[in-house]
């Protein structure tokens, strides 16, 4: 991947510092005059920007969107797009925003512009996921996937440490487990070693230099790599098991993948050691799982479920819900060997070679 625009999946994908001051002529190359822009309530400072550079295109702005896609925000976001006569969405945040715009892209197939604040990769996936009734279900249609990125490194400068960590782990776990997907290609096994690597530099420089726009922008690109995996192809045990954690515990997105990752991959590399390889030799250390545990605990990431909150009585009925519904993994998965992973990423044990 080399220059500032790539295109993929029909995405136009741009990099660079203050590509968001360009969202105008997006929205132009679009065919599109009236743009609602959507943020999280704490990035509605971001809302106002964007709107200002829109200028008269800036059709009105939503800053009310919110952890898992609530069908009762998307529908007050909805009645914003019909009052507002908007013609396309643009979403400036992380997963949450983009995962409202395109709540609204389903339901109203306008296009969309989507300018990512963390490393979380939804932009790159044309997967939805929203909650009803305190129920997350999850579809995969390219009619939400975004028309276009703006990774504009100045907007992910802005993450406090530990959610630049977290998210990036998040990232990461896309990739590590597109190594071993069912249905990987060649072509997605480079995709996710080139994201892995870069966002392992990447990570490891924004944590001494938070500012570094040079590497910031890496870390981006390593996420959109990571992103694109994702939105490719069929994630299994680690995806499963932290989607079972956050959703019926309530555990935050980016810290449950940070803590899940090193064990789940533990547990896969048992099955595929030669496919999980490359994250050991990135990462100089004796295998997968070991290693991405050590990363983690030198970018200073949360190491235990209890950290975040999880109970200890709680681990039997998350192993429970995590294999109610059967899905493809390289491993056999036991009850037992489920409970026992628990247990250790509960503890922040390091997990076995
Ligand atoms: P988020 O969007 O929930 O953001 C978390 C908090 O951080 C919010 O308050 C937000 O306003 C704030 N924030 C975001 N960027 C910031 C910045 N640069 N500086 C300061 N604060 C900032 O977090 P996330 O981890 O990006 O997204 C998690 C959600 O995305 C989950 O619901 C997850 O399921 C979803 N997701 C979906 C996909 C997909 O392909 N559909 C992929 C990854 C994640």
Request: glycine share 8%; with cysteine.
């Amino acid at each position: 991947m080399d220059g500032s625009s790539t295109e993929l999946y029909n995405q136009s994908v741009r990099f660079g510092v203050g590509v968001r001051r360009e969202v105008l002529a997006e929205v132009e190359s679009l065919g599109k005059q009236r743009a609602l822009v959507l943020t999280t309530p704490e990035q509605s400072h971001l809302s106002l920007e964007i709107a200002e550079y829109l200028g008269s295109s800036a059709g009105g702005v939503f800053s009310s969107a919110t952890m898992h896609t609530p069908v009762e925000v998307t529908e007050k976001a909805l009645s914003h797009v019909n009052s507002t006569d908007a013609d396309c969405l643009i979403a400036v945040g992380g997963g949450s925003t983009i995962g409202l715009s395109k709540a609204l892209a389903l339901r109203t197939n306008l296009p969309q512009i989507a300018i990512p604040t963390t490393y979380a990769g939804s932009e790159a996936t044309p997967i939805l996921g929203q909650t009803e009734n305190g129920v997350k279900t999850t579809l995969k249609d390219i009619r939400v996937l975004p028309e276009t990125i703006l990774y504009d490194p100045e907007l992910v400068a802005t993450l406090p440490k530990s959610m630049s960590v977290n998210s990036g782990l998040n990232a990461m776990a896309h990739a590590a487990e597109g190594l071993y997907a069912e249905d990987r290609t060649p072509e997605t096994t480079a995709l996710a070693l080139e994201g892995l690597e870069t966002l392992i530099k990447g990570l490891s420089k924004v944590v001494k230099t938070p500012d570094d726009l040079v590497a910031r922008e890496n870390t981006q690109r390593g996420a959109w790599a990571c992103g694109t995996v994702l939105g490719r192809l069929g994630m299994s045990l680690h995806h499963k098991l932290c989607h079972t954690l956050g959703g019926s515990f309530n555990l935050p997105h980016a810290e449950t993948h940070a803590v899940i990752l090193p064990h789940a991959i533990a547990f896969n590399e048992v099955a595929e050691p030669d496919l999980l390889k490359p994250i050991s030799t990135l990462l100089e250390g004796e295998s997968a799982g070991t290693a991405l545990w050590d990363f983690a605990q030198s970018l200073g990431a949360p190491l235990s479920l209890a950290e975040l909150g999880m109970k200890v009585t709680e681990l039997e009925r998350a192993a429970d819900l995590a294999t109610q519904n059967s899905y493809w993994n390289p491993r056999e998965i036991t009850p037992e060997a489920l409970i026992a992973l628990l247990q250790n990423a509960q503890a922040g044990t390091r997990p076995g070679i």
